[in-house]
Structure formats: C-alpha cells, structure tokens
C-alpha cells in the first residue's frame, strides 16, 4: 500500500472534488483519498510520501484516438486542405508505415508515458504497432480497423481485417483491450460495418469510427459530389456514395462502447443520433486545424460528455495531450478560459475512459485503478486556476503510476 500526499488532488470525478493538502492511498486500485488529516489518523502505520510544494496529484491521461503506424511523419505530408492532405497520404503512405519501425513507435510510446498519458485508444490500419503495444507499460485499447468501399473486394478485405483482430486478440490482458474500427462512412462499404460490428456485438468489443470530419466528406455523403468525387473517381472508379449519414449511424445500434471522432460537419439530427447511440465525441481540434481550416464548434460539445484525442503524427506534430489541451484553448478563443481548462482537462481523463468502455479509470475515485499522476506547478496558484495553470505549466508528469506501479 502506498500513500503519497500533495497540495492538490483533482479528482476529475462526478462531483469536479478538488482536495486541498490531501492524500491519496493505493495498491493497484485506489484505496482511500481526503484530507491529508483525516488519512494520517486513519493509516497510522503506513509512511507518507510528500511532493514537492505545489504539486497536483491527478488521473492518469487518455487519449482514445491516436495512429501509430503513421509516426514517422514530420514533415512529408501537406496541410491545409482535406483533399490535398489526403493525396499527401495516398503518395507517401507506403514509406512513413515502412520507417515507423518497432524501433520508432516505441519511442514515441515513451513520450507519451513521460507526458504523463497512461492509456491509449491505437488505430491500426495494418497490424504494425502490435509488437510495440504489446511491450508497453500503457494500458492500451488496440482498435483493429477495416477499410475499404469497392464491393468487389469485400471478401477479401473482411479476411484480412479477421486474420488482425484475431491476432490482436491473442494479445488480450488487464493491460491490453482488443476493439474494432471503422474507418469512416464513406470508405467502408456497409456489407463490412454490418459483419465486423456484428463480430463486435458477439464479443462484447468497443467500437470507433471517423465521423463528418470534412466538407468534403459531408458533400460527397449528402449529394455524391464535392471535392471527393474526383478522388473517388480516380482512386477506385466510384462515381456514387455507399452511403448517406444518418444510415451510417444508424448500423450502430446496440454498440454499448462507442466513439466517433471530428464530428466537425455533424448537424444538429446527426449529433442527437450519437447521443442516442450513447457514443463519445472524440475532438481532435490540432488535426482539424490542420486539415480542414475548422473545428467542432465549442457549443456542439460544451454540455455533453466528449474525450479529447490528438489523431497521428499524420496531423500533428504532437501526441502529448497537454498540447493538444493548450492549442483547444486558442481554437475556441470565445470560450471562458478558465471555464474551458475545466471541461479539457475531464475530456483528457474522464471523457477518454467513457469513449473507450473503461469504466475504472478516468477519475480519482475509491476502486478504480490506481492510474495516478503527479504534476509540480512552478508556483502557488488559486483553487480555481488550478486546471488552466496544470495545462500551460505542464509538459511531463513529475511521476506516473500504472494500476499502482511507478512507471515514471
Ligand atoms: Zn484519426
């Protein structure tokens, strides 16, 4: 059992609890938290560990939508419009998945652990980031994703999408969570949602896809038209849509774990269907900068539960999620700031464990997992204060524990 006390603990629970002077008590499950009086009468025998002044103990942070095997971008790929970028990939794709070796994702997987992240949702496209996510001390949810709109190759793709599930599932424990992605609606055909959202229902499995993260994406959806037609025309000789929105949506029912990242071109009826479907928003707002010039707009996800997610290196030159919280805060400049430090920091801790079913994390709270960090602010700060200075003073956790165990 371990006790470790500091100035703050912020909770990220229900009720926003934030204790002065406290303590936090745990082995691999939190045991105890309050007052730094209350648990020193209740555990006399066992020693406390003190922090530097100012410190913050917190929740460990998750960040549900992240594509490792697209690392090795730095420079390679173009911003600024959906449809250039997108050709960025399609031109370059081969050579960033051949660089981002073992080698390189586990060290960005380091990072991630240093900045003081202690569970990732991974996209995988191919299967490559299975042998990093395997060795990492993470708590990782590994979403196999299945791709592909040509009707004639459904067959095949559903094959190879089963051959990586099933291997990413041999890898399943209390660490490491099998799941299922689906790229998008509008390059998955619908035979493949039915079947792999069919295998997620059977076993129980969380489920995420892209959503209406362009207007390119949401004209070509709506009237088969727009700035993907020629795309699609070139690439796989499509000249119509598989597929409107709101039938994408629809295939979702009965999914009790589910995301859908941007959402930035959802409408008002789209945006219900995702609360009906108790799905979690993921924001990506450094990713849609970058590639479409806009954002999920701030009152589309102001009262709801949503998580915060940084994308890959492949639209973003971080995968560090307090700079992710820094740059939303410049993104939705209208917004409150110190209002809104509050709702980022819930996104990256609570929010992330909603989106990925994880039930026992997100939160400092009595029985869930001991996913802990600590953070030391370079001075005193306010109650109030203490979410927007935790988000501009922070690059790295001072420590991080994982279900108990000191990782950093
Ligand atoms: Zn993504």
Redesign the pocket.
Known sequence: MTIIQADWIVTCDEYDNIIENGCIVFDDTIIDLGSFEDISSKYPNTPITTTAPNTVILPGLINP?V?LEFSANKTTLKYGNFMTWLNSVIEHRAQLIEKADTELIDNELQAILKNGTTTIGA?SSYGFDMESLQKTKLNVVHFSEIIGSNASMVDTLFADFQARLKASAKLKSDRYTPAIAIHSPYSVHPFLIRETLKLAREQNLSVTA?FLESIEEKEWLESSSGGMSDFFKNFLNQTQSITKAHEFLNQFKGIENLSF??CCQANDEELETIDELNATIIH?PV?NRFLTNSTLEYKNIAHRSFAL?T??LS?NYSLSLWEEMKNALFIHQHINITDLSKKLLNASTKGGAKALGMKNKGSLKKSYDADIITVTLPDACEKKDIFLQLILHTSNSSATFIKGEKIV
């Open positions: 939508h594509h996209i892209h990242t941007h990506c990713s997610g994308d890959g639209s």
